[in-house]
C-alpha cells in the first residue's frame, strides 16, 4: 500500500510533500537579523511582517493584519499555511486578511523558513517542536501573544486554522494550548500524536495509525490533563485526498470526540449538495466537534472565487474551488459573521 501511495502522491502536480522534504536536516544555521517591519504599497497584500515578536526558538516568520482603528476586545484568528505555501499566497486565496478588514478582528500568519524545511512545510511531526512552549508551537505561541497585546485582542475569542502540514500543526497547538482558544478549524490535517520521526509522518500520511478512541484522547490529556474550556474543533476533509488521507480526520473526529466524551452516535447530520456534516454538541446544544466530508475534493481548502473578505482573488496551489468558501463559514461558526462599524 506504502509504494502505491507513494506513485499516487508523486503524481500529484504540484507535490504537497515528499519523503525527501519530511526528512530534510533540521540543524537550523544562524540567521541573520531581520529587517524592520515594513508596510506593503498600497493596493499590494494587506499583511505586514512583524520581526520582533519574541525570542522564536522555532525561527519562524510572523505576519499579521491589524484594521486601522480596531479597538480593543475584539477576536483574534491565527492561520497557518500548508506546504509549498507562504502566508500571502494563502491569504490571497482564503481572505483572512480582507475579511478581517471588513469584520474587524486582527489576523496572525506564521509562515515557515525555507531554511527549516525546503518545501514551507510546519515540523509537525518532531516531538522537539510540538511541545509545548518549545521550537515551532513557542514561535507561533509568541505571535498571538504579540498581536494581542498589541491589538488588545479579547482572550476569550482567539481562534487557529491551518492546512495539510498546517492543519497538523493547529492540531498540534489545539491540544497542548487547549485555554489559549475558543475554535480550531483543521483542514486536510492529522491528529496529534500521529507521528513522532519523518518516516511515521510519510507513512501516516498514507493512513492513519490504527488507534481507539481512547489511545487517540489520551495522546491530548498527556499533555493538557486539565482543560479549563473546550475549543470547538471543526474538521475539514476531502474524500478524494491522496495526500493526506481522510482516515486522518476520521481519527481527528475520535480524538476530540472522546477527550470531550461525545457518545460516537450523538451526532446530528445535515447533507448539502457535495458535502455531509457530521454535528456533535455538547449537553446545551453548542457544537464542540464538526466534521466536513467535501465529496471528491482532493487536497488543499475550499475556496470560492469572488470578491471581498473570505473569497479568493486568485488561484493558489492546494486552494481549491469547491463552490463554498470555508473561510466564510469558519468565520460564521466563530460569531464572526457580521460587518463592524469604524
Not at 494563502?90 to 506564521?110: C, I, K, Q, T
Not at 489511545?215 to 485526498?241: N, Q
Not at 482516515?247 to 451526532?267: M, T
Request: overall charge positive; charged content about 25%.
Amino acid at each position: 500500500m506504502r509504494d502505491r501511495f507513494k506513485r499516487s502522491v508523486e503524481r500529484l502536480a504540484p507535490t504537497e510533500i515528499r519523503l525527501g522534504d519530511l526528512l530534510w536536516p533540521f540543524h537550523r544555521p544562524p540567521e541573520r537579523k531581520a529587517p524592520a517591519a515594513r508596510r506593503r504599497p498600497a493596493g499590494a497584500s494587506l499583511l505586514v511582517e512583524v520581526t520582533d515578536f519574541g525570542s522564536n526558538p522555532g525561527g519562524l516568520r510572523m505576519f499579521e493584519h491589524v484594521p486601522e482603528g480596531l479597538p480593543a476586545g475584539r477576536p483574534l484568528v491565527l492561520v497557518l499555511h500548508g506546504c509549498r505555501q507562504d502566508a500571502e499566497s494563502y491569504d490571497r486565496a482564503a481572505g483572512w486578511a480582507s475579511l478581517a478588514e471588513e469584520r474587524g478582528f486582527a489576523v496572525v500568519y506564521a509562515q515557515q523558513r525555507e531554511t527549516n524545511n525546503p518545501r514551507l512545510c510546519f515540523t509537525w511531526f518532531r516531538p522537539s517542536e510540538v511541545t509545548r512552549d518549545r521550537g515551532e508551537m513557542m514561535s507561533i505561541r509568541q505571535m498571538v501573544a504579540h498581536t494581542a497585546g498589541q491589538a488588545g485582542s479579547d482572550p476569550q475569542r482567539i481562534f487557529i486554522t491551518g492546512l495539510s502540514a498546517g492543519g497538523a500543526m493547529t492540531a498540534a497547538m489545539l491540544a497542548n494550548y487547549p485555554d489559549l482558544f475558543a475554535g480550531g478549524a483543521i483542514i486536510a490535517g492529522l491528529p496529534f500524536g500521529a507521528a513522532r520521526d519523518a518516516t511515521r509522518a510519510f507513512d501516516a500520511m498514507g493512513e492513519a495509525p490504527e488507534r481507539t478512541a481512547r489511545e487517540w484522547s489520551d495522546l491530548v490529556r498527556t499533555v493538557s490533563p486539565r482543560i479549563a474550556r473546550k475549543p470547538a474543533i471543526s474538521i475539514w476533509h476531502g474524500t478524494a485526498d491522496d495526500t493526506v488521507s481522510l482516515s486522518n480526520g476520521i481519527a481527528l473526529v475520535e480524538q476530540w470526540r472522546d477527550l470531550y466524551r461525545l457518545p460516537k452516535d450523538a451526532f446530528v447530520e445535515k447533507r448539502m449538495k457535495g458535502r455531509r456534516t457530521r454535528i456533535w454538541p455538547d449537553k446545551d446544544g453548542k457544537p464542540l466537534v464538526t466534521f466536513h466530508e467535501i465529496d471528491g475534493m482532493g487536497h488543499g481548502t475550499p475556496v470560492l472565487r469572488g470578491e471581498g473578505g473570505g473569497y479568493a482573488v486568485s488561484t493558489e496551489p492546494f486552494m481549491l474551488e469547491a463552490g463554498f468558501s470555508s473561510t466564510l463559514e469558519i468565520a460564521k461558526a466563530w460569531g464572526l459573521g457580521r460587518k463592524w462599524k469604524r
